[in-house]
Every structure is written in C-alpha cells, then in structure tokens.
C-alpha cells in the first residue's frame, strides 16, 4: 500500500490534541447522497490505531446515529479505555456540524501473537464463480448513484441477476479496491459493508437499509488480491433484520466477520 | 416477574444523580470466584433503561476489560448519546474498586412497533430432546464452583456427556431462572452468555475462556418458560474464537442472537 491509495488519502487524520483530530470525508465512497457506512469507520479506526501498541483491530462496533456528510470536514474523539497485553479497548466518536454521526466502541489486538493453546478450527467458503464469471455491480441494481464504485470494485455472482427471485437471502460476492490498493485488517471493516443488503436476494430493492449497529472481527491478516464476501440476512421481524457475514482472502482464508441490525423503512 | 426475583433484586440500582447509579454485585452469579459476564450487564442495562422512551435494549455491546467482584458495590455510569423514534443509543461502564469493569455500547427500541415494510423470516431452533431428558449442568463440567447454578437452570443436550470428544464446536441447552421469574427482554443478554463454551465439545475443558467483547441482540419479546440455546464456535486461531448463538422461547420463536470473542488462556 503506498500513501496514495484512495484509502490512505481519503482517510487522512490531523491530530488536533487532547484525543480529538480532524478529517475530510470524501464523497468518492457514497451511496447516493451519504458516505459508505464501512467507509465512515475508517479515519475513526486511524485515529484509534494511534493511541494503542497493537496493529490490528480485532473487533470493532459501531453505532451509526446519523448519516455522514460527504466533502464535508468530520471531527474525532478516541479514548483508550483499557490498555492491555492481549487486547486493548477504545471508545471513539464521529461528528460532523456538530452531531454526533457514530459512536465506535472497539479493540486492537495482534492477530500474529498467539495466546493460548493452539486450537485452531475455521470456516470454509462456498463455491464461488471468478471474479470474470461474475457481474459488476452497478447503481442501478439500487436505483441510486454509486460513487462507491471508484473506490471499491464488486463483482456478485450470477444468480444476483435474478435478484428478488431467489430462495435464499444470501448474497455473494468479490470485492477490492478500484485503485489495486492490498486490503490490510485496517480496511476490512469496510469490506465487510460494502455490498447490497442480501434480503434483496429474496425480496428485491426493498428500499434502503440503514445500519443502526454493524459489529466486524477481524480474524486474520488477509493476503494480497481479492477478498470473497458471503452475507446472509438470519432474520427479519418488524422492520428490523440481522444480517451476518463472513469476508475470505484470495487464499481461502477467513478474515473477517460481521453482524449489522439493519432497519427496513418504509417507502416515501 | 415480582419484585422479589432475584433478577431483580440482583440488579438493583440505586441513582446517584448525573448519570451515576451503584448497585451491589451478588456472588450468587458466580462461575469459579467471579461473576457471570452476562449477569454483569444487567444492572448497567437497567440504568440505561431509565434515561429512554424505549422498553427492550435491541442491541448490546460489552467490553469486559476487568472481572468484577461479587459481593462488592459497584458505580455505573451511563450517558443516551442519540435519542431517536426508532432506537435510541447510549453508551455506559460499570467500575469497581476505583478500575473499569465493563464498557457498553447499546441501543433500545420497541419490538412491538413496526418499521418498514412487513418482511418476515427467521431462523428455526434445531432439534432437540425435551428439558427433563437432558443434563444438567454441574460445576465439575468446567471444574469450577457453579454459584451460577443457584440463580439460573441449565439443561445440556445428552451429548454433551461425551464433551471432549464429540464431532462440532456446538452446544445446545434449555435455560431459564431458578426462581420461575420468566424471560424479559431486560433478561436475554444473561442468557446469552450463561453456557458452558462450545468450544468444549470438541476439545474438552481447554480452560477459562473469558469474554472479551459480546455483542447481543434481542429480536422478540420472550415467551414465559424454558429457552432453548444454540452455541457454535466458527473460528478459532491465535488464542482467540468467535462463538455465535441463537435463543428460542418456549414457542420456538427466535428471541436472541449473539455472538462474542473469547480468548483461549494458556494454563497455568
């Protein structure tokens, strides 16, 4: 990664003091008017890294309480809660024209420091078509404008084609950065929100769905090329839904998981 | 439920202004000399309950920097960081002896009031035999004094007889409180977090696995009677899994699902 990867330059911090630092949001990473919820954790998570010894965040919650403004200036607060040998906790903010927009609770950790015994179990992928057998995603399937999609490449297997038809509310697909950019474990709690809510697997353009809270793990060092991303909506009930989802590096190897409550609004 | 539940009166909390609550941890929700990690949010829960509209928390995250002490008094703070019509998020941390103990972000909401389009699926309970033909659970299973036991019934399936050896990293249960007070939604994230980890069913008691972040999230209001749990370790490396779990009421409806990071712990 160099430091003009889109990830770097559009999640550039200026530390302020006194645990607050300022950022500018890009408008590259949105889905129609407001920034990628993935995309908003980023200059939070830069922010957090800076006050810990550990690399890689190893579990990261986030409230999303309203939407971000993008090429809009955002400030940040982080606070180290708890320093630790094998985890350390932080609390984090987001605000932009004065409100608060997320609220992270997270914690850094070294995914290449092992404690414990060496018990090792994981999940495989499914069967999944290359990225050239699968469709790029587009605006579109959404019906809105994605600029997202000059800083994050997708491809989604063919059955999304048929999007609104099918039995299962589960979504696969290939994602990266458009600018060739490897992911790290700082980036992956993007990936992990990147793609279409999977109940349009089943239910077609349901409208949007805003993230109230998205939880990421990150579980291992993603190697160089594209990461595989499988989510699933496990259940849905009075406008609430969970989805689940777990993202695979170019080698078949488990990096990531994610839960998110999504709410289904009602249409204008 | 009456006031005379231990769950209540476990979870007592006393307001001491400006957002400052104390409550007296019970021991009697021990596992081994420290107390149950899901236990431990309850009464920080309730103090969040006091500062919004909404009756059922529908997402909980808790950072477990600390064990606590039962038996010993200890401080909350809690603090609503967005009201809003659909749910409303707060942030709060329970202290003990001058140190932080837990750190939560949460968020509560009406499970009775709809939202957006009607869209319903869930995840159906997998088989299993009824309370009465299963084991109970016992504190030698974990080599531990079980406290726990006195506040909170556990039923194992009968294969967990044969934990250690057995082919997947799950765990099935019925639980509920020993005292016949019924689920409440207030309740859920204890039951979430009340088995023994799944992990033991391939390999045996691997020792303490202590939670470092559980992440719940309520999705009906709860039947009276017996839960039903599953549990499943989906990835474990470096010292470090993630469990996920789901709770049915009495009427098979899904009413909870969770998942946490637990650390695997050398032995001494």
Redo the contacts between chains.
Sequence with gaps: MTESSHFESDTRITALGDGRWSTELSSAWNIGENPNGGYLILPLLRAMSTLVEQPDP??V?T?Y??TGLGDETAEIQAEL??P?R??S?L?G?LHQAGK?RL?T?A?F?D???????A?????EPPEMPPPDECIMRSGSDQGVDLSLLSRAEMRLHPDFANAGSLDE?VIDGWVRFADGTDPTTMSLPFFADCCPPS?FA??GR??WVPT??L?V?V??RPAPGWLQVRNR??????????E?GSIWDSTGS?VA?M?Q?G?????E
């Design positions: 190893i579990t919650t409230h309480l309203r809660i708890k630790g094998l985890a906790s609390r903010s608060p609220e609770l914690a950790g995914l290449e420091q092992r404690s414990g015994p018990v090792e179990m994981t999940l509310p109940i089943t239910h349901v409208g109230l809270e939880t793990h579980r291992r909506t496990e259940d849905c009930h009075g406008g609430r839904l969970i689940t488990l998981q839960r409550v709410l289904l609004l009602d249409h």
